[in-house]
């Protein structure tokens, strides 16, 4: 008689979710200083970040980069005495610093875009900026996908992208728009209205309005990005600062004028002094702890977890995975285990290699993104 | 020295009239009244100014003007959004007011270029500009050569007021272009728009920094005559100040401030602080509107006769006048006319031929005349030198 052998259950193909049991805590067992052993090896290796600031000449990106950092990080194109031309492209200039402060060291890395937007034409003005981000993650990405990997990989990839709005007082302007269309999905944009105090009270709310309609309008998300609020809490955070606070009308400033017997960070004119850490005055604190005091790590998450993971993808794809190469096959069956490895890893790097130029513009081209 | 005759008595004070007496009536002859007929014929007659507005949006070009002239010119506009600019080329927009003043009426005209500087290819965005000041001169031009020339309608621009940026750092290169294009056609008034972005020592910075590009990309200016010898110290000094702080740096408002204490002024409001737009420690708005309104009108619509309305007649009938006249429309109407005639300028094809002739005949017949006429003078001097000699 022949027993009914039951088929053997099929491997599930993916692996059961390891089940959490909610036991209340006999005592304290210490896992919570996991928070402050990442504290000290952050500490000890410190970290990057990469800001990008891209606007019009003369719309204070360096200055206010410099009050952000309360350093020198930035040179001035033309600090009002020197000579110095306008260029006929938009130039890429990176320049990195280490700061300091309180241990945690930090390698910032400040990317100009000189002549972006400043002449007659400036159809396609963007490519050069969208050319020099995605470099970056085909830099790490080569890197990623070496043999012998790094232990900590250089990150160069831009993790911020200030955007400086001029502040018409009407709305944006079709470049501004152009600008923001195409790079959206591919950095972490930030919207900012530059030289905020010729504007009164009024006139900048008014302009942050159409401004924001507008960018609906068109579809264009900034960051914070609706669509990566992890949790609730972080929704309505970031629901607040995206429908009140954004885009942050700021000022900067790098010189101290005294007021009210403190010295403040400010601008000096015949009719009041503009104090840049002022709430009432301009939005300038509100920028500085959104970037820096809240949301730094997570601007780096999200480069890293879907910007670079897009731009990742896309690469794979357009390769169509790593593809079967008939030498690669008879060495398969030749060899062992670790001839395997060093073949799979040789020619999924060639094919990186191979593929097409990393200056074509992946991000762009397909308005949705590859899931997740 | 001639005397100013009792006219005291109907224009009130003239300035530097002396008290006259009957007794005086007996001597002078009276023709120094001639500035009173003709001031009192222009302001019978009305004044018309055509000032053209130009610069990218968004700089308080229209703020400006309604603080200029205390109107509000610009109630009905709507600014359209960005991505309706995307596509959007220069229009050319006229606004035309009547302002009244003790008297003296101003037929305003404001020309608005919506759209320039806008889109993001910007080339060659200030032709319709250029094409529109010809095309006045050229509308004058036929109208003087016209039948009935009494009421020739001046709709020539008399002063451009160019707005640059207070934000980039100088001229930008569209600002370059536009001037380049415009400066040999109109008066142009470089003017630094919302000017309260600055501080002090930054404007003045940006000042010195235009002037040296107009001077280096050889732009010329509207520039503001001199002062006349005899006006005295104080004027003199004032003007010089005035000429010197160009470009005008200006904040424009029509909203009136009201700090407790303090009267109201037109001004801005800030949390910081009040911007009071006539002020002249804040802005240079009053050295404008004193140059353009109170004291240079006159003169701007002269040298836009005298001088570039001049510069444009002359390539206008040189071109024609030169052999090699590419029009064939043109060419034929010449070889109708014989050679004496005056040379027209090229016509746009709605005319009528009937018109044309008209005028041509006219013409010919002035022509005529004049040289008769010539020939009679000439006739004249010949017999009076030999009248002389004897």
Redesign the interface.
């Known amino acids: 008689m022949s027993e009914l052998v039951p088929e053997p259950r099929p491997k599930p193909a993916v692996p059961m979710k390891p089940v959490s049991i909610n036991s209340n805590l006999l005592g304290y067992i210490g896992i919570d200083t996991i928070i402050e052993q990442m504290r000290k090896k952050t500490m000890k290796t410190g970290f990057d970040f990469n800001i990008m600031v891209v606007g ?5 990106k360096s200055t206010l980069v410099n009050t952000l950092f309360k350093s020198q990080v930035s040179r001035k194109a ?1 600090s ?2 020197r000579e110095e031309k ?1 260029p006929k492209t938009v130039e890429i200039k990176a320049i990195g610093h280490v700061i300091e402060e309180g241990g945690v060291k930090m390698k910032l890395t400040v990317i100009d875009t000189p002549g972006f937007g ?6 396609n003005c963007w490519e050069p900026i969208e050319k020099y981000i995605n470099e970056q993650y085909e830099k790490f990405l080569k890197e990623e996908v070496n043999i012998a990997r790094k232990k900590r990989i250089p990150d160069t990839r831009v993790h911020c992208c200030l955007y400086f709005i ?13 600008f923001m269309k195409h790079l959206s999905k591919v950095v972490n944009i930030i919207p900012v209205i ?2 905020a ?2 504007m ?2 009024e006139e900048k709310s008014e302009f942050k309005q ?1 401004v924001r309609k ?1 960018l609906e ?2 579809g264009i998300e900034f960051y914070p990005q609706k669509e990566f609020d992890e949790d609730l809490e972080d929704k309505t955070e970031n629901d607040k600062i995206r429908q009140e606070s954004m885009p942050f009308a700021v000022v900067g400033s790098d010189k101290e004028y005294q007021v009210n017997g403190k010295r403040v960070l400010g ?9 840049v850490e002022n709430l ?2 301009c939005e300038f604190a509100l920028l500085r702890d959104f970037v820096i005091r809240t949301h730094l790590q997570d601007l780096k998450e999200v480069t890293h977890n879907i910007h670079y993971e897009t731009y990742r993808a896309k690469r794979l794809n357009d390769n169509g995975g790593l593809p079967p190469n008939k030498k690669l096959c008879t060495s398969l069956k030749r060899s062992g285990e670790g001839f395997i490895l060093k073949c799979w890893e040789q020619v999924s790097h060639r094919q990186l290699v191979l593929t097409s130029d990393p200056s074509t513009n992946w991000g762009c081209k397909s308005s949705s993104r590859t899931g997740g | 020295m001639w005397k100013m005759k009792g006219l005291k008595r109907k224009w009130g004070a003239t300035p530097g009239a002396a008290t006259t007496s009957t007794a005086m009536d007996k001597e002078y002859v009276g023709f120094a009244a001639l500035p009173n007929q003709l001031h009192r014929k222009s302001v019978k007659k009305g004044f018309d100014f055509t000032l053209m507005v130009a610069g ?4 308080g070009k229209s703020t400006l003007i309604n603080s200029l002239f205390l109107t509000n010119l610009y109630e009905d506009r709507q ?1 359209p ?3 309706a ?2 596509t959007q080329t220069l229009t050319i927009e006229r606004r035309g007011v009547e302002i009244e003043e003790g008297g003296i009426k101003v037929k305003l005209t404001l020309v608005d270029t919506p759209g320039f500087g ?6 060659d965005c200030w032709l319709p500009v250029v094409r529109f000041i010809e095309e006045q001169f050229e509308q004058y031009l036929r109208d003087e050569s016209g039948l009935n020339r009494k009421n020739i309608q001046d709709s020539r621009v008399h002063c451009c007021l160019y707005f640059i ?5 100088g001229l ?3 600002d370059v ?1 536009f001037l380049r294009a415009v400066h040999e056609k109109v008066n142009v008034i470089p003017v630094i728009g ?1 000017a ?2 600055l ?2 020592r ?1 404007t003045q ?1 940006l000042k010195q920094k235009i002037r040296d590009q107009l001077k280096e990309e050889e732009i010329n200016i509207y520039q503001f005559p001199e002062c006349d010898s005899d006006e005295d110290e104080e004027f003199k000094r004032q003007n010089e100040e005035m000429k010197g702080s160009i470009p005008f740096a200006v904040v424009g408002s029509c909203e009136v401030v009201r700090d407790g204490g303090t009267r109201p002024v037109r001004g ?9 737009v006539e ?1 002249p ?2 802005c240079d708005f009053l050295n404008l509107r004193r140059m353009l309104v109170q004291t240079h009108l006159q003169d701007l619509k002269e040298v836009t006769h005298d001088l570039l309305y001049e510069g444009y007649r002359a390539r206008c009938l040189q071109s024609l006048a030169r052999p090699g006249a590419r029009d064939r429309a043109s060419r034929s109407k010449l070889s109708r006319q014989s050679a004496t005639e005056i040379p027209l300028p090229m016509l746009p094809l709605a005319d009528t031929e009937k018109l044309i002739r008209e005028k041509d005949e006219e013409l010919r017949r002035m022509q005529e005349m004049l040289e008769k006429m010539q020939a009679q003078m000439q006739q004249s001097q010949a017999q009076g030198e030999q009248s002389d000699s004897l």
């Not at chain 1, 601008?267 to 104090?275: C, H, N, Q, S």
């Open positions: 019009q000449s003369g719309l204070g033309s009002w005495n306008i400043d002449q007659i034409n400036n159809e001029s502040p018409t007082g009407h709305s944006l302007r079709p470049l501004d728009l152009e530059a030289k105090d010729t009164t009270l159409r507008e309008v068109n601008r000096k004119t015949p009719w009041g002094i503009i104090e009432n005055h | 990218e949006s968004g700089l600014v959004d960005a991505s600019r995307t806008d889109s993001v290819d910007c080339s940026s207070p934000f980039g750092r930008r290169p569209l272009a919302k309260d972005a501080m002090p930054e910075v801005r409001r800030y949390s910081w602080g009040t911007v009071e002020n420690h804040h």
